[in-house]
């Protein structure tokens, strides 16, 4: 799967570049994918697929750093949310805010020719980075 490492899968922009992810039709299948950050483990993104819309937010909860990709998704009042597996804090996966004071990093995604597309500061990938890659 295309994971956004080539030079022509980005463009630069205020905020960050958009980042090629993947296929809409392979990203579609999973209601959540870690997307790996050339910036390290805390800028890792969490990629949700939920009711045809895709939403991106910081792989790591706010609160104390579990993974968001292993929790749930529910909609409350119309409110799609991910609860933390860890301590059950919930993000709204379109701004990131929580019932608490936390506040979850979300990016833009769009689809673009039949893929899907983050703006962030990193290189992100489907697949692991290397420990001693160069950041960019």
Known sequence: MASGSG????????????????????????????????????????????????????????????????GDIEEANGVLQVFCPWHDYNFDLRTGKSGTSLQQQVYEVKLEDGNVLVKHAGRLSLEPLPADHEKS
């Open 7 to 70: 030079d022509g899968d980005e463009v630069e922009e205020r905020g960050g570049s958009w980042r090629l992810i993947g296929p809409v039709a392979g990203l579609a299948a999973t209601p959540c994918r870690l997307v790996y950050c050339s910036l390290g483990r805390d800028s890792d993104v969490c990629l949700f697929h939920v009711r045809g819309e895709f939403f991106a937010m910081d792989a790591r909860c706010a609160h104390a750093g579990g993974p968001l990709c292993e």
